[in-house]
Every structure is written in C-alpha cells, then in structure tokens.
C-alpha cells in the first residue's frame, strides 16, 4: 500500500488530498474548517481530516507532494520585477522580504508545519515539489474516464505559465504548449472582476451571473486594445493597461480611460447597466478564445476527449459553449478546478508520473461525485443538535425523503445536509439549500432572506440523470454543475412586447419558463445532473418530488450566506438554519422546522461574514 498526501496553499484556497494506491480517499478545502473563504493558509486542518479519515498517522504516509514549485515561481518573479524596472519598485520591496524569509525555503517550512500533525515525522526526503500547472493537469486527466484526451489548463498563473496544452494517454501526461506570464486569461478576468467591484480570485462567477443582463457593447474596445487574439486562440495582452505584473492593482489608470469610467466602489456605487455590458462583453472574449483554443486542439491532435482545469474552467457558460459546439465527442472537467484541486493532482501526478504505476480508469469517473469530505453519523448529529438546544424528530430515511419533498411543493426552503462534504466550490446535494423550481419568487427570496447576496444573480437546478433532456439542450452528465445549457423551448414562456423592451436588472422577475427559480435571464441554466451512483439518498429525493409534481428539478444552491464557507458541521449548519430565513432543516435522518425551534437561538448572520 502507497499513500501519498497531496497539498496546496499560499496563494488561495488551501486544500489536502489523500491518494492511496492511486485511489482518491479523501479531499477538502482549508476553508471548510477555518470558515474564512478562500483560506490560503497552511491546510492544517485539512490534513487532519484527510489523516484521520484514512486512519494513519503522518509519518506512516510515503510521500507528501506540494502542488507547485517555489524556485521557479521566485524566478518569474525576479525577472518580471527586472523587465519592468523601475517600474513596481514598491511592490517588490514589500514581497522579497517574505519571499526570503519564508516562500523560497518552502521545504523546510512545510517540514515544520507536517511535525504539528506527528513528532515522529522526521524524514524530511518524503517532500517533493510538482509543477503547478502539472498539478491541474493531473487532477483533470487521472480522474477521467477517458484512456486518453487533450488537457487545457487556464488560471491566472503558476510558476510561468497562464494556459498549458498537454497530452494524456494511459499514466502517462506531456506538457507539449504554454502561454508565459504575464500574458494570462484568467488574470484577464480578474482585472474586470475588480473594475466592476468585484473582490479578485472569489467574485469571477458573479461577473459570469451578470453577463446575461448585459450586451457586449464593449467586446471590440478589448480585443482592439487590451488583447491580441490569433487564429488558434493563443494571445497576448497590452501591459499598459494593467499593474498586476508589479504594482499591488489590476489595472492602470490607462484602462480606466479606456472605457470612461473608474472602478465601481462596491460600498456606494450600484450596479448600472454599463457593468453589465462590461460584464458581458468579457464573457464574450473569454469564450471566443477558449472556442478558439479547443478548435484548434481538435484540428491539429485529433483526439475525441478534451479535460479542463484551472479556475477559467469554473466559467461553465464557456464549457457550455465548447460543449455545443462538438468538436470533442467527450468533455470532462475536474470540479475542484482552481488552487484546490491542485492538491490532489499534484497526489495523482506523482503516483502516475514519477512512481509510474499502471492506471486503472473508472467509466463515470475516479472522483466520487466529489463527496471527499468530512460525513457525521447519525448519532454524532443527533447528539450536537441536542447540545445546542434544537427540537427535533428522528426519521427513517423514507420518511424524511417524504416529509421534504412535502416541504418542498409548500414553497419551503431546505438546509439539506447528508454524508459526505462536496470538494471544490460547488454544493452538489450534500451540503445545499434546496427549493422548488416551480417558484416565482422563489430565485428573488432565497438571494435576499437567505444568501443575504445580490439579487441578480442566479441559481442551479439539479435534474435526475435520466429527465435532463426533456428539460434542457443537452444530454450529457453534468454531475458537478460545470456546464450551461438552455432550457427547451416548450418549457420556456414567451416575453410580452413590453418585456421584451426591459433592459439589466429589470428583467429578473420575468418568468421565463416552468422553472423560473433556476431560469436566467437568456434562458441558460447551470446544470447538474444527479446520479443514483454517486448521490442515492438525493436521488431519491429528486425521484419523489418528480411523483408528486411531475417535475425532476429542483434549486440547489450551496448551504451558506455570502462570504461564508459551505458548512462542514451539523454545527454550522445549525447556526446557519437560524441565522436566516430557512425553514427546514434536513440534516442526516434529524427533521427540523424552523418554527418550532426557541427564538432565542436566532442568529444574526447578516453581519456575520464579510461581503464576498
């Protein structure tokens, strides 16, 4: 037996992995335990977790592998700071101190920090170092079920490279192309994402939600100035307009200029229709390279199965359009995408890769629906829930399936919180708040009385496997919510002439089709499919609700409020079910109505978490 301990962190959101025999045991987020969102910290905790789910100690694992190399990162760093000199003088005054102390000597650090979880831990050669776009790579290409398939991989950066092409066949993973920092897509993004008040490395889906409200009025300004995009998609980005390279901004004064305004301030300027047109015009550019890219893929390698990974593959609208557009017959993506992931392909690579052992491929996939995380038994909650003062009736499991879907066809919404915790960004039926689709006002309500979050921005259905078609423009397994499609036409509802001349924000409350809480303003939907394989006990539910009302869909959106890690603990997902407007809460064979729990348990979690 060879396990192997996979990390990433320092940058943004810290995560550990466990592999072991090149099975993926178990995974999760540093965030989930810290409840600070996006935690870059050291992932003690998750480590922890991950040790302690497989029952060993540290120093019984045989290799710890970090997600990238801090050498070649201090080099991009070096020479980025001496080809901009004088330029961001101030900027690298402030980050080669911690570098020199810290960041270079990362093996050491991470030698001291590995003795926390075990003093018998003294072998300081299990470390090693993967590349961080390798890292993606391999969290994208192992778990697949494809024997072999083209990786993209596109974030903001790693140690130099921004977008990577590689090849994967068997246990083997070349990289064969890279665009170089500071030329970077995902960076790209981001600098839109703070220009219209959005926070940089959390706030990138929210510009994704806003696009639909928008037109791309502004898609020719960008491509004329900010990015030059050739015939397979490679490109490159005018520096004058950006500061990420050296200052501590995204941008210069010079992109401001360009477009005629400052950046919002998100603390006293709303959202205008200008926003949503910027919005809009960057999802276009963005899909128009990615399309370009992956065309050019499919030309010239002639392989059936593209894998995604890095955080531009968490832009589903994008995937949804690749998808669409049927160069690949297969597409799959890995649902920790971003940073995170790098944990578990930095584990896969070096089972793989170095150890070159043989691969063994799962036709779904190798992830587990992405249920890595921590689960709580029924005893365990029942006890926490009874600590904390909550009323409750302990259900069999077909009645507590029967009762929620009856709260569910009230208009109720549900904390629904079951085995194991999802890894990645996405609540995927284990962790979630669900409603009926049906709803109206359903969309409106649990943005502002429960998410306490924008109103415009939109919510995922999740759909029985076997029904997605006779719902939505597709008929492919989105088991980790990572593609947009439509709905079909004769679900959807025809606009009034008046509608029809609404502009931004104010088309939110048209209803668009039979499912209108989980419908977008362009009639797309951010789809997850629910497998009976992977997510029985959800399935069911999905299955009794689809008897009672003839409709397999239902609103699933992460169980948290804004700014707020998903909960990991019956604890949390108490606090969370009072802090808000939720009115049951579900949690292992535990039924809980909000109203017949004491008031003065109510939580103010409006304030709680800051805004994300």
């Given at each position: 037996?060879t396990?192997?301990?996979?990390?990433?962190?320092?940058y943004?959101?810290?995560?550990?992995?466990?592999v072991?025999?090149?099975?993926?045991?178990?995974?999760?987020?540093?965030?989930?335990?810290t409840?600070?969102?996006?935690?870059?910290?050291?992932?003690?905790h998750a480590?922890e977790f991950?040790?302690?789910?497989?029952?060993?100690?540290?120093?019984?694992?045989?290799?710890?592998?970090?997600?990238?190399k801090?050498?070649?990162?201090?080099?991009?760093?070096?020479?980025t700071?001496?080809?901009?000199a004088?330029?961001?003088?101030?900027?690298?005054?402030?980050?080669?101190?911690?570098?020199?102390?810290?960041?270079?000597?990362?093996?050491?650090?991470?030698f001291n920090?590995?003795?926390?979880?075990?003093?018998?831990?003294?072998?300081?050669?299990?470390?090693y170092?993967?590349?961080?776009?390798?890292?993606?790579?391999?969290?994208?290409?192992y778990?697949?079920?494809?024997?072999?398939?083209?990786?993209?991989?596109?974030d903001?950066?790693?140690?130099?490279?921004?977008?990577?092409?590689?090849?994967?066949?068997?246990n083997?993973?070349?990289?064969?192309?890279?665009i170089?920092?500071?030329?970077?897509l995902?960076?790209?993004y981001?600098a839109?994402?703070?220009?219209t008040?959005?926070?940089?490395?959390?706030?990138?889906?929210?510009?994704?939600?806003?696009?639909?409200?928008?037109?791309?009025k502004?898609?020719?300004?960008?491509?004329?100035?900010?990015?030059?995009?050739?015939e397979?998609?490679s490109?490159?980005?005018?520096?004058?307009?950006?500061?990420?390279?050296?200052?501590?901004?995204?941008?210069?004064?010079r992109?401001?200029?360009?477009?005629?305004?400052?950046?919002?301030?998100?603390?006293?300027?709303?959202?205008?229709?200008?926003?949503?047109?910027?919005?809009?015009?960057?999802q276009?550019v963005t899909?128009d390279?990615?399309?370009r890219?992956?065309?050019s893929?499919?030309?010239?390698?002639?392989?059936?199965?593209?894998?995604?990974?890095?955080g531009?593959?968490?832009?589903?609208v994008?995937?949804?359009?690749?998808?669409?557009n049927g160069?690949?017959?297969?597409?799959?993506i890995?649902?920790?995408a971003g940073?995170?992931?790098?944990?578990?392909g930095?584990?896969?690579?070096?089972?793989?890769?170095?150890?070159?052992k043989?691969?063994?491929?799962?036709?779904?996939?190798?992830?587990?629906g992405?249920?890595?995380?921590?689960?709580?038994?029924?005893?365990?909650?029942e006890?926490?829930?009874?600590?904390?003062?909550?009323n409750?009736?302990i259900?069999?499991?077909?009645q507590?399936?029967?009762k929620?879907?009856?709260?569910?066809?009230?208009?109720?919404?549900i904390?629904?919180?079951?085995?194991r915790?999802e890894?990645?960004?996405?609540?995927?039926?284990?962790?979630?708040?669900?409603?009926?689709?049906?709803?109206?006002?359903?969309?409106?309500?649990?943005?502002?009385?429960?998410?306490?979050?924008?109103?415009?921005?939109?919510?995922?259905?999740?759909?029985?496997?076997e029904?997605?078609?006779?719902?939505?423009?597709?008929?492919?397994?989105?088991?980790?919510?990572?593609?947009?499609?439509?709905?079909v036409?004769?679900?959807?509802?025809?606009?009034t002439?008046d509608?029809?001349?609404?502009?931004?924000?104010?088309?939110?409350?048209?209803k668009?089709?039979d499912?209108?809480?989980?419908?977008?303003?362009?009639?797309?939907?951010?789809?997850?499919?629910?497998h009976?394989e992977?997510?029985?006990?959800?399935?069911?539910l999905?299955?009794?609700?689809k008897?009672?009302?003839?409709?397999?869909?239902?609103?699933?959106?992460?169980?948290?409020?804004?700014?707020e890690?998903?909960?990991?603990?019956?604890?949390e997902?108490?606090?969370?079910?009072m802090?808000?407007?939720l009115?049951?809460?579900?949690?292992?064979n535990?039924?809980?109505?909000?109203?017949?729990?004491d008031k003065?348990?109510?939580?103010?979690?409006?304030?709680?978490?800051?805004?994300?």
């Amino acid at each position: 037996m060879t396990s192997i301990l996979g990390i990433s962190a320092f940058y943004h959101d810290s995560a550990a992995a466990l592999v072991i025999d090149g099975k993926i045991i178990a995974a999760a987020q540093e965030e989930r335990f810290t409840r600070k969102k996006h935690d870059s910290s050291y992932p003690f905790h998750a480590i922890e977790f991950v040790l302690s789910f497989s029952k060993l100690k540290l120093h019984q694992i045989d290799h710890v592998v970090f997600y990238e190399k801090p050498f070649l990162k201090f080099e991009r760093l070096l020479e980025t700071y001496v080809a901009f000199a004088p330029k961001g003088f101030k900027s690298f005054c402030m980050s080669i101190p911690l570098w020199l102390k810290e960041k270079l000597f990362q093996k050491k650090l991470i030698f001291n920090e590995l003795k926390r979880h075990d003093e018998n831990f003294n072998d300081i050669n299990k470390i090693y170092f993967s590349e961080h776009h390798l890292s993606h790579a391999a969290s994208a290409f192992y778990p697949s079920p494809f024997k072999e398939a083209i990786i993209l991989t596109a974030d903001g950066v790693g140690e130099w490279g921004t977008t990577t092409v590689a090849i994967g066949k068997e246990n083997k993973l070349n990289i064969l192309k890279e665009i170089h920092f500071p030329h970077s897509l995902g960076l790209l993004y981001s600098a839109f994402t703070y220009y219209t008040g959005f926070k940089v490395n959390s706030g990138e889906y929210k510009l994704m939600g806003l696009a639909p409200y928008g037109e791309p009025k502004y898609k020719k300004l960008i491509t004329d100035n900010l990015i030059d995009i050739k015939e397979d998609g490679s490109f490159k980005l005018d520096q004058s307009y950006f500061e990420y390279s050296t200052g501590l901004k995204m941008i210069s004064g010079r992109f401001s200029k360009l477009f005629g305004s400052k950046p919002r301030n998100p603390k006293k300027e709303k959202l205008t229709q200008f926003h949503m047109d910027i919005a809009s015009s960057i999802q276009e550019v963005t899909e128009d390279v990615m399309l370009r890219i992956t065309n050019s893929l499919a030309d010239e390698y002639k392989i059936d199965n593209l894998c995604l990974a890095g955080g531009v593959a968490l832009n589903c609208v994008a995937n949804g359009k690749i998808s669409r557009n049927g160069k690949f017959k297969n597409i799959w993506i890995q649902p920790a995408a971003g940073d995170a992931g790098g944990s578990l392909g930095a584990a896969l690579g070096l089972w793989y890769i170095e150890l070159e052992k043989k691969r063994a491929i799962n036709d779904k996939d190798g992830m587990s629906g992405s249920y890595l995380g921590p689960e709580y038994s029924n005893s365990e909650i029942e006890k926490k829930l009874k600590e904390m003062g909550a009323n409750f009736e302990i259900l069999e499991e077909e009645q507590l399936i029967e009762k929620t879907t009856l709260e569910l066809c009230n208009g109720k919404a549900i904390g629904w919180f079951q085995g194991r915790m999802e890894f990645g960004p996405r609540a995927l039926g284990c962790r979630s708040i669900l409603a009926d689709a049906r709803s109206t006002t359903m969309q409106k309500n649990l943005n502002l009385k429960v998410k306490y979050r924008e109103s415009f921005r939109p919510f995922a259905p999740s759909v029985i496997r076997e029904d997605l078609s006779d719902w939505f423009e597709m008929d492919c397994d989105s088991p980790y919510m990572l593609f947009v499609s439509n709905v079909v036409i004769n679900k959807r509802k025809s606009m009034t002439e008046d509608e029809k001349t609404l502009f931004g924000i104010n088309k939110l409350n048209i209803k668009r089709s039979d499912i209108p809480a989980v419908t977008h303003v362009d009639y797309s939907a951010r789809i997850q499919t629910v497998h009976k394989e992977t997510n029985p006990k959800y399935y069911k539910l999905l299955s009794e609700f689809k008897k009672k009302t003839g409709c397999p869909v239902i609103v699933n959106t992460s169980f948290n409020v804004r700014g707020e890690p998903i909960v990991n603990t019956p604890e949390e997902a108490f606090n969370c079910f009072m802090g808000t407007e939720l009115d049951i809460l579900a949690i292992g064979n535990c039924f809980l109505n909000k109203e017949s729990q004491d008031k003065s348990l109510k939580k103010d979690y409006k304030i709680k978490y800051e805004l994300d």
